[in-house]
């Protein structure tokens, strides 16, 4: 079965000396795992198109459960990341990401669209990295099945509290009145952090980066989706350690 689709490459493992397997984050099947023949030799054309972190045209053979990448055409390959270590550390975390939230076989059009225009925010510098990083965790998280409940305090159903808080691990506000009785982890997100998480969730597609936070927001923005990213999914992830590490 033939298969064309664009995709983002997410992982790259080499196999023997000149192959290697992909994995590939697509429009129309969701996360495809394929081997890629001769993608290891600097001159065959598809070396650049299978490269992680490229988005590319690809042609796709399916026999039994294996892909093969017949062919595959570069159509952007964010060169803004690949001089800044910080931003590739981040870029790659994102891959890893999605890698283990979207699904195989599924269409997931909104989630290339997410990671795409990530990448591009976070390569063209438009807007602070921790905030690039708490809408693309908050957003992904949302479209895989994740999704928050941040209209209001699970408890009283306020709207706005000087004091909200988060609960990472079930995903809900409580305001400080009911906070306080309560032994749940949360993180503080008051006013700014707690408008920033409802825009990364609720916002148009298009508007997903169009918000500002003060610098004090953005650190608790920061702190409860990287909780919550956790807390869903109970792992670390080694590309996050690394450029937590980076970040200093
Ligand atoms: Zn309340």
Redesign the pocket.
Known sequence: MKIVTDGIVIREQPVKESDKVITVLTRHNGIIHAYASGAKNIKNAKSTATGLLTYSQFVFYKSRERYVADEANAKEVFIGLRNDIQKLALAQYFCELAGAVVQEEEPSEEQLRLTLNSLYVLSKSLKPEAQVKAAFEFRMMALCGFMPDLVC?G????YE?EKMMFLPEEGSL??G??AGISKKHSVLTGLGATAAMRHCVYSEFDKLFAFSVSEAALGSLQKASEEYVTACLDRSFKTLDFYRSLCG
Do not use: G, K
Request: glycine share 0%; proline share 0%; charged share 20%.
């Open positions: 305090c408890e009283c159903a306020v509290h409580l305001c009145d009911c």
